[in-house]
């Protein structure tokens, strides 16, 4: 896949970068702010040279506030054919809220703590790239936290909000099943009476794995 990276960091911009160039992914820049970033996928598109996915960090010069998510949310409207992964030292719920509320395709929210986890940081990568949804736990753990306190989630039963948990990390039926060492039925019942309880209709399509999660950040 070819990947652009935004990061002031240079040593983390250049870790990312070997990290990435290392498991065969064509890193085509590395930028330091905001600007540069949207600079830099206007003038790839330009070439017809989109990227498949942009890695950026959340705070970013000047001000390093939220100079990163804004052209994030920006890149996801005028380009929606790239994947955004977000990385932040923290989990801040506005960001994360802000970045999901439009579509759901391509969208990823991670802790900066899990490049160290490398295989699963790739996978979440090349999972973004590829149309899906990567969610840091710690960020799923603390927007669900936040519904659970909303009447939405009244009719979910503890381990369906389990369930719910890991889809919206991005991780398949099966994945799930794995995790949780149930069988692969037992998911999709879960995750069927999830989409029940919510009122998603199969109208919504595949869809309905991330919309079940924005009903609750958008009730």
Do not use: C, W
Not at 50 to 61: G, K, N, T, W
Not at 163 to 169: D, K
Request: proline share 3%; no cysteine.
């Amino acid at each position: 896949m070819r990947v652009v990276i935004a990061e002031d960091s240079v040593l983390l911009r250049e870790g990312l970068t070997r990290l990435l160039t290392d498991r065969g992914h064509d890193v085509v820049a590395g930028v330091g702010d905001a600007d540069a970033l949207i600079k830099t996928i206007a003038d790839l598109a330009a070439q017809d040279a989109v990227p498949d996915v942009v890695v950026a960090d959340v705070r970013m010069p000047p001000t390093h506030t939220d100079e990163g998510v804004r052209a994030a949310v920006q890149l996801r409207r005028d380009y929606p054919g790239i994947g955004v992964l977000v990385l932040s030292q923290y989990v801040e719920e506005q960001y994360a809220t802000e970045l999901l509320a439009g579509s759901s395709r391509g969208v990823g929210y991670l802790l900066k703590d899990r490049v160290a986890e490398v295989r699963e940081f790739v996978e979440a990568v090349v999972r973004v790239a590829q149309g899906g949804t990567a969610l840091d736990p710690e960020v799923v753990a603390q927007l669900l936290g936040r519904s659970r306190k909303q009447d939405v989630l009244a009719g979910l039963t503890p381990r369906e909000r389990e369930v719910l948990g890991l889809m919206a990390e991005g991780r398949t039926n099966s994945a799930v099943a794995k995790q949780l060492v149930v069988s692969d039925g037992a998911v999709e019942k879960h995750v069927s009476n999830i989409f029940l309880k919510l009122g998603l209709s199969p109208s919504v399509g595949d869809h309905r794995r991330v919309l079940a999660v924005l009903t609750y950040l958008n009730s």
